[in-house]
């Protein structure tokens, strides 16, 4: 902790550094905000006149140049006149000094060198000597609408890296580097697994016949595990009257994300960004006894979110997503068996694909009650639940205050993935207050009301991005059971088309996804598309398998395995395609 707590105070030096090399290169630019990141800092300025990746070079060099006079750091607190006249010219600088004066915050100046900056501190002692020469460097520039705002106007972010050591940062550059190579967005392509259109607009994915076989092939594979448990399909329409959002309270909390519909007749409607409300209404229809609980709904179906041009990110961040979501809905004595069936699905799931996961408890902020719906002693009382089942389960956990939903804390689990990089995925959250809102509830015993909970609980979360998240993380070499063609047929000439139609025939019969290739092409090309298109297995076919009916079976790894009749091939196929090896 220690580490990562000195390697942030790096990270924001130098973006104090940037910042200062930018002004001595261009006296007339305006800076605004410069903060340390995940991977280094950034900083957002106003040029004059516009700059390019070119100039990174130069504005490096004076950073280094200036790095030998940053011995430390002052500061001093000033008053509201000191500072606006220090910053007259800056508008930026303006609109932050007033946001800090509004929450009576006192105003301090940083200084190293010859650069003050408006800044709260957390800085390096000695920059000299804590910043190591070839531990960082200046990555790329970017457009940046200022505070994030597209009404505001677009500023350039300069962003840099920064690790502890000259390794951790070739490490970042290899990681990076495979990054590109695996980029869910150009495998999808070559894989012919999605597609967007500009016709049908940005965040909208097209599903093409082999990435609609993966979705099902995954969703269905989430339904198998999640009927052990007693599950139940439900099925929503796609719009409601603005009036559910409005008593789920997510009207007042997501109404500028939302895509609204107004009527021929005056009424508002949206396009569902979330299933939730709709559930409670599918279980508030009738009347239950505590005898029919839990009821358990799930529901994979699409949701909508008015995302910002700039925030779409492939798969990764979409207006329309698929969610394979369920709701349980239990009474209080119910909620740890419901929780540790859920935590069960999830590692189930997960561990099909190879990612490690680690747990976060995500709470409430005590100090922001407004940010949340409910009581203070509702969200200890759920916060304690949970924090039972990871007794129960005696693993470490991250403690993730302020990072509850709304309505309710969660379990998020983070996957690390193949390149190491972390993920949140799947979450199972216990909400309150919504069954409160909704005036849900069962007879119990003593024939009585009795006010239920609910438990949200994603798989997958969003197919897309999980999705995303997978053809990276197998860098588009799905497993076998996933693959949209699992095995193709190559004839060596058309002598043997025939043979390898029969074969083909065979194997789809019993349920094998068979391509055959009767392009008059050399088998040399014809195995390269097999590898290029990650096919798992293919069969080449000469006149010595057409007459012997014995054949090699040859995987992308190039393992093969020798004079195997087809029933043997089937066999294997089926064996581990069953077992999702």
């Given at each position: 902790?220690?580490?990562?707590?000195?390697?942030?105070?790096?990270?924001?030096?130098?973006?104090?550094?940037?910042?200062?090399?930018?002004?001595?290169?261009?006296?007339?630019?305006?800076?605004?905000?410069?903060?340390?990141?995940?991977?280094?800092?950034?900083?957002?300025?106003?040029?004059?006149?516009?700059?390019?990746?070119?100039?990174?070079?130069?504005?490096?060099?004076?950073?280094?140049?200036?790095?030998?006079?940053?011995?430390?750091?002052?500061?001093?607190?000033?008053?509201?006149?000191?500072?606006?006249?220090?910053?007259?010219?800056?508008?930026?600088?303006?609109?932050?000094?007033?946001?800090?004066?509004?929450?009576?915050?006192?105003?301090?100046?940083?200084?190293?060198?010859?650069?003050?900056?408006?800044?709260?501190?957390?800085?390096?002692?000695?920059?000299?000597?804590?910043?190591?020469?070839?531990?960082?460097?200046?990555?790329?520039?970017?457009?940046?609408?200022?505070?994030?705002?597209?009404?505001?106007?677009?500023?350039?972010?300069?962003?840099?890296?920064?690790?502890?050591?000259?390794?951790?940062?070739?490490?970042?550059?290899?990681?990076?580097?495979?990054?590109?190579?695996?980029?869910?967005?150009?495998?999808?392509?070559?894989?012919?697994?999605?597609?967007?259109?500009?016709?049908?607009?940005?965040?909208?994915?097209?599903?093409?016949?082999?990435?609609?076989?993966?979705?099902?092939?995954?969703?269905?594979?989430?339904?198998?595990?999640?009927?052990?448990?007693?599950?139940?399909?439900?099925?929503?329409?796609?719009?409601?009257?603005?009036?559910?959002?409005?008593?789920?309270?997510?009207?007042?909390?997501?109404?500028?994300?939302?895509?609204?519909?107004?009527?021929?007749?005056?009424?508002?409607?949206?396009?569902?960004?979330?299933?939730?409300?709709?559930?409670?209404?599918?279980?508030?229809?009738?009347?239950?006894?505590?005898?029919?609980?839990?009821?358990?709904?799930?529901?994979?179906?699409?949701?909508?979110?008015?995302?910002?041009?700039?925030?779409?990110?492939?798969?990764?961040?979409?207006?329309?997503?698929?969610?394979?979501?369920?709701?349980?809905?239990?009474?209080?004595?119910?909620?740890?068996?419901?929780?540790?069936?859920?935590?069960?699905?999830?590692?189930?799931?997960?561990?099909?694909?190879?990612?490690?996961?680690?747990?976060?408890?995500?709470?409430?902020?005590?100090?922001?009650?407004?940010?949340?719906?409910?009581?203070?002693?509702?969200?200890?009382?759920?916060?304690?639940?949970?924090?039972?089942?990871?007794?129960?389960?005696?693993?470490?956990?991250?403690?993730?205050?302020?990072?509850?939903?709304?309505?309710?804390?969660?379990?998020?689990?983070?996957?690390?993935?193949?390149?190491?990089?972390?993920?949140?995925?799947?979450?199972?959250?216990?909400?309150?207050?919504?069954?409160?809102?909704?005036?849900?509830?069962?007879?119990?015993?003593?024939?009585?009301?009795?006010?239920?909970?609910?438990?949200?609980?994603?798989?997958?979360?969003?197919?897309?991005?999980?999705?995303?998240?997978?053809?990276?993380?197998?860098?588009?070499?799905?497993?076998?059971?996933?693959?949209?063609?699992?095995?193709?047929?190559?004839?060596?000439?058309?002598?043997?088309?025939?043979?390898?139609?029969?074969?083909?025939?065979?194997?789809?019969?019993?349920?094998?996804?068979?391509?055959?290739?009767?392009?008059?092409?050399?088998?040399?090309?014809?195995?390269?598309?097999?590898?290029?298109?990650k096919i798992p297995y293919y069969i080449v076919i000469g006149e010595k398998e057409t007459e012997s009916n014995k054949f090699g079976l040859e995987n992308r790894s190039g393992d093969k395995e020798e004079g195997?009749?087809?029933?043997?091939?089937?066999?294997?196929?089926?064996?581990?395609?069953?077992?999702?090896?």
């Amino acid at each position: 902790m220690k580490n990562q707590e000195n390697l942030a105070k790096i990270r924001h030096t130098l973006a104090h550094l940037l910042a200062a090399a930018v002004l001595e290169i261009y006296p007339n630019t305006k800076n605004t905000i410069g903060p340390a990141i995940d991977t280094g800092f950034y900083y957002d300025f106003e040029f004059e006149t516009p700059i390019t990746e070119d100039d990174l070079k130069k504005i490096y060099k004076k950073m280094l140049q200036i790095l030998p006079n940053w011995t430390g750091f002052t500061h001093k607190e000033v008053s509201p006149s000191e500072v606006r006249e220090y910053f007259k010219n800056n508008p930026y600088k303006l609109e932050l000094i007033d946001e800090i004066l509004e929450k009576g915050e006192k105003i301090t100046l940083y200084t190293s060198g010859n650069f003050t900056d408006l800044c709260r501190g957390g800085h390096s002692e000695n920059p000299n000597k804590d910043i190591a020469k070839d531990s960082w460097k200046l990555d790329r520039i970017a457009g940046a609408y200022w505070r994030g705002d597209e009404k505001n106007k677009m500023l350039t972010r300069i962003y840099g890296l920064a690790f502890e050591s000259e390794d951790a940062l070739k490490d970042y550059k290899n990681q990076k580097e495979e990054a590109q190579k695996r980029d869910h967005k150009k495998l999808g392509h070559e894989l012919d697994l999605f597609t967007f259109s500009e016709l049908v607009g940005p965040g909208l994915p097209l599903w093409t016949p082999k990435g609609t076989l993966v979705r099902n092939l995954l969703d269905d594979f989430v339904w198998s595990l999640r009927k052990e448990y007693g599950y139940e399909k439900v099925e929503i329409p796609h719009i409601t009257k603005k009036d559910l959002y409005e008593k789920s309270g997510h009207w007042e909390k997501f109404k500028d994300e939302l895509f609204r519909i107004q009527t021929r007749e005056g009424h508002e409607f949206a396009m569902k960004p979330m299933n939730c409300p709709h559930h409670t209404q599918i279980y508030a229809r009738r009347m239950w006894s505590y005898r029919d609980l839990p009821q358990k709904y799930a529901n994979t179906t699409t949701c909508y979110r008015d995302e910002q041009s700039g925030e779409l990110a492939g798969l990764s961040r979409v207006r329309a997503f698929a969610q394979d979501d369920a709701h349980v809905f239990c009474r209080l004595s119910q909620i740890k068996e419901e929780v540790l069936n859920i935590w069960d699905i999830i590692h189930k799931f997960y561990g099909v694909f190879g990612f490690s996961l680690i747990v976060r408890l995500s709470t409430h902020d005590p100090k922001q009650m407004n940010k949340y719906l409910g009581s203070e002693e509702t969200w200890q009382k759920s916060e304690k639940m949970l924090a039972e089942v990871l007794k129960e389960k005696d693993i470490e956990y991250i403690d993730g205050l302020g990072e509850a939903a709304f309505y309710g804390p969660k379990l998020d689990f983070m996957a690390k993935d193949s390149l190491g990089r972390e993920w949140q995925i799947a979450t199972i959250q216990l909400d309150m207050n919504m069954p409160e809102r909704f005036d849900l509830f069962c007879i119990n015993e003593k024939n009585e009301q009795e006010r239920i909970v609910m438990i949200h609980a994603a798989i997958m979360g969003s197919i897309e991005r999980f999705l995303a998240i997978l053809i990276e993380h197998t860098a588009g070499i799905f497993p076998l059971w996933l693959s949209p063609i699992q095995i193709k047929i190559l004839p060596i000439s058309e002598k043997q088309n025939d043979k390898a139609l029969e074969i083909h025939n065979e194997l789809l019969k019993n349920d094998i996804r068979s391509e055959i290739d009767l392009e008059n092409n050399s088998l040399g090309k014809k195995i390269r598309t097999v590898k290029q298109t990650k096919i798992p297995y293919y069969i080449v076919i000469g006149e010595k398998e057409t007459e012997s009916n014995k054949f090699g079976l040859e995987n992308r790894s190039g393992d093969k395995e020798e004079g195997l009749d087809i029933d043997k091939i089937v066999e294997k196929l089926i064996g581990e395609i069953k077992t999702k090896s």
